[in-house]
């Protein structure tokens, strides 16, 4: 893992913030370098200036190779923060890889800008593994930058306002504006050797022109990486132990596994007695549980393994739990689902790889010190911003620090075990398996709703977007530690074999009950786990990381009681803002009244759903639990709007779209209009059904006041007027919003 920076600009660049430079020399602790380029124009009146900087986490080859790396005879620069496995399909796992590639794209034997600009995208289109770069190929005056095909590293761009400059990084500066994820669906280049005419004068033209990964696809190319099986299966398949998927799973695994955790340097200043360079990102469950016991057959004998599993006190679940009768005060963790399924697979590894140091670290991380890393963790996700987000980074973040309390001999709690950090430079984690083979919910729900068709394209969608989804906002929170996460069920080749493989060689939804009692889902990895000596793993149910660690909603609710959600709900604003379960919208974009759109699921009828009727009358209500600030919520609940008469479309699948001035209005609308200074502010959409099911027209209480929603009581409002009028939540939405003062 490296921590890679640059800034092109037509004027003088400043050197980069004391803020940056710490947060990039935490994800690469071992060197910190910088290189320097100007380009002159045509006529030498103005040069376009090129700032480098490199941390480095030297994890490959016998050696640090310090970056940027720079070429003495061309003049050409290379950032480059990733793991080439394979370039041109062989393997270069014990050479430094970034040397390597720079050595390739600077070779002096290509001379022309045609010829070479074909050639260094053939070297980057060649290469396998996680990788974020920027390459300076001085040969052609042309800056090359971007992320690897599945998006496995962090690369952010930000350009200026006045088009003077642009800047990339792996993480952004603080404060953290104006950056974006750079995609990963090509390389990019800029060439710098042009300038473009404006009413200003002339400028570098920093407009990127993209190249695909692939010259040329089909329709059921995924990821740029190989076509997708379409292949309906025969009447009588059935996915069994003896199933040729089992074994070739278990071979392109072992491939995956053998590049990344064989040849690991020893960790410098290493903090414990044993020698552990590789830990697991350890919940329990089937996918990391594989891994470790896969990574055993390949590590060397002498070298430990750390599980490390984290859980959290969530102050909304401890609240629950004190009507459960508990034994001591650490239950608050020990009662987190991801610590018992944890400490269960801990006891199974032992007991299948009985001569391996497992140690089991337990991170047990307080409300209260959770809060206190929000706003660092908060910075380090941004450009994302989302409540999911954050309930995620927050699992990574501390599981990835890895300070927890050791178990090695027991697998059960103690009263007083010792506490350690995890020296491990190298984290794995089960990330891709339930996109490869059919793990999540929505995988069963698609098939259900249209049989092997229906799931094939799921699968196929759920692949392709890998790439687009949160692998750079991973890398930016678990680099903060100067770990490097590694994916092994991403490896190109094992997601080549994924999807060239027939489905239902994966998932055996069709035949759900099993001889062996093996859940249809991810079928091919409960073989698998069970055949590797895991049978109480290979039946362990799927569970998100941040309900497993107790993560999600790990803040207080203060809106409205947890509710299973029968309909789906959206807002949109005549100016193209939507919300999106957490989004951040820009206050000036929310002052029109919004549309309210309701989607019925695939498959939902009047018949199937309780409160998804088309006969019953809805009632839509907006409130901010925020205000006049989360800090100071003396006003919570502050009403904005509350209006009737949503009727919905009796179509299965289908969506109504109404507009505010359409409805009955109990509450006109107030847009939301945050106070300076007062932080974000949740503005929550909550659509509301009768109770009873009732038919008739409602007669609905408007509340005395906006402020508590005439409860006269602070941190009161919907849930009060929703329970008096007889209403129960069927879905749910909100948005961040924020005065521009803060």
């Known amino acids: 893992m490296c921590g890679i920076h640059a800034v092109i600009s ?98 002096t034997d290509v001379s022309s800008a045609g010829t070479r600009e074909s050639h260094v995208l053939n070297v980057l289109r060649n290469i396998d593994g996680p990788f974020a770069f920027l390459f300076y190929d001085a040969q052609i005056k042309r800056l090359y930058f971007g992320r690897d095909r599945l998006g496995r590293r962090s690369l952010l761009i930000n350009q200026s306002e006045d088009g003077n400059s642009i800047s990339f990084s792996s993480i952004a500066d603080v404060p ?75 071979h392109w695994l072992c491939e995956s596994l053998k590049l990344r955790v064989l040849d690991v340097p020893e960790p410098p200043n290493p903090l414990s007695e044993a020698d552990i360079r590789v830990a697991i990102l350890f919940s329990g469950g089937l996918d990391c549980t594989v891994l470790a016991r896969l990574a055993h057959d390949f590590i060397p004998a002498s070298q430990g393994i750390d599980l490390i599993n984290v859980a959290f006190e969530n102050p909304r679940q401890a609240k629950t739990d004190k009507s459960l009768p508990h034994l001591n005060a650490a239950d608050v963790y020990e009662a987190c689902p991801d610590r018992m399924t944890g400490r269960k697979a801990f006891a199974e590894l032992k007991s299948a790889c009985p001569d391996r140091y497992w140690r089991f670290i337990a991170v047990n991380v307080p ?87 229906r799931l094939i394209d799921e699968l196929k969608l759920d692949i392709s977007r890998i790439g687009q989804r949160n692998l750079g906002r991973d890398d930016r929170i678990m680099a903060h530690w100067g770990k490097e996460v590694r994916f092994p069920f991403l490896d190109e080749e094992l997601v080549r074999f994924s999807i060239s493989s027939p489905v239902w060689e994966k998932c055996d939804f069709q035949n759900q009950f099993h001889p062996a009692v093996i859940d249809p889902a991810k079928r091919v990895l409960r073989l698998l786990a069970d055949k590797l000596g895991l049978p109480v793993i290979a039946r362990e149910k799927k569970r998100a990381i941040q309900f497993g660690s107790r993560t999600a909603k790990i803040e207080s609710s203060t809106v409205i009681d947890k509710f299973l959600p029968t309909l789906l709900l959206d807002a949109e604003w005549p100016s193209g803002a939507h919300a999106e379960l957490g989004n951040t919208v820009l206050v000036e974009k929310v002052q029109d009244e919004p549309a309210i759109i309701v989607h019925r699921s695939q498959g939902h009828s009047d018949s199937s759903v309780t409160g998804s009727n088309s006969n019953v009358t809805y009632t839509i209500t907006i409130t901010d639990p925020d205000a006049p600030s989360r800090d100071n919520p003396k006003w919570s609940e502050f009403c904005h709007f509350i209006a009737t008469g949503i009727k919905l479309s009796s179509t299965s699948g289908s969506s109504t779209a109404v507009r505010l001035s359409d409805l009955e209005d109990i509450m006109p609308y107030k847009p939301p209009g945050p106070p300076p200074k007062t932080g974000k502010h949740r503005y929550v959409f909550l659509l509301f059904a009768p109770a009873n099911g009732t038919t008739d027209p409602l007669h609905l209480s408007k509340p005395a006041d906006r402020k508590h929603w005439g409860t006269g009581k602070q941190r009161h409002g919907v849930r009060d007027w929703a329970e008096e009028n007889g209403l129960e939540p069927v879905a749910a939405n909100f948005i961040y919003a924020q005065n521009e003062k803060q």
């Not at 040069?47 to 030297?58: D, G, K, Q």
């Not at 090509?186 to 400028?203: C, Q, V």
């Open 10 to 107: 037509a004027t003088v660049i400043p050197s980069i913030s004391p803020e940056l430079k710490s947060l990039l020399s935490n994800r690469g602790p071992d060197h910190l370098g910088q290189a320097y380029r100007e380009i002159p124009f045509e006529k030498g009146d103005s040069v376009i200036r090129l700032n480098f900087t490199s941390t480095v986490l030297a994890l490959r080859g016998d050696h640090i190779a310090r970056q940027p790396l720079e070429s003495s005879t061309t003049g050409s620069v290379l950032c480059w923060n990733g793991e080439a496995w394979r370039v041109d399909g062989q393997s270069i796992s014990s050479k430094n890889d970034g040397e390597l590639i720079f050595a390739r794209l600077d070779a």
């Open 176 to 250: 953290a504006t104006g950056w974006k994820e750079v995609h990963a669906d090509g390389i990019y280049s800029l060439n710098l050797d042009t300038r473009m005419a404006t009413p200003l004068g002339l400028k570098p033209d920093l407009h990127a022109t993209k190249h695909d990964w692939v010259p040329s696809g089909g329709d059921d190319m995924v990821s740029s990486i190989g076509e997708f099986n379409m292949t309906l299966p025969p009447a009588d398949h059935k996915l069994d132990f003896d199933s040729p998927s089992v074994e070739m799973l278990r």
């Open 367 to 453: 409300f209260e010190e959770a809060m206190s890393h929000k706003s660092r963790i908060v910075s380090l996700l941004h450009p994302h911003n989302t409540e999911m987000d954050l309930s995620i980074a927050l699992a990574l973040y501390f599981a990835a620090r890895g300070i927890g309390n050791s178990y090695i001999h027991k697998c059960e709690w103690e009263p007083a075990p010792s506490s350690v950090t995890s020296p491990a430079r190298v984290l794995l984690s089960g990330l891709g398996a339930d996109e490869l083979f059919g793990g999540y919910a929505r995988h069963e729900q698609a098939f259900k709703q249209g049989g092997y068709p």
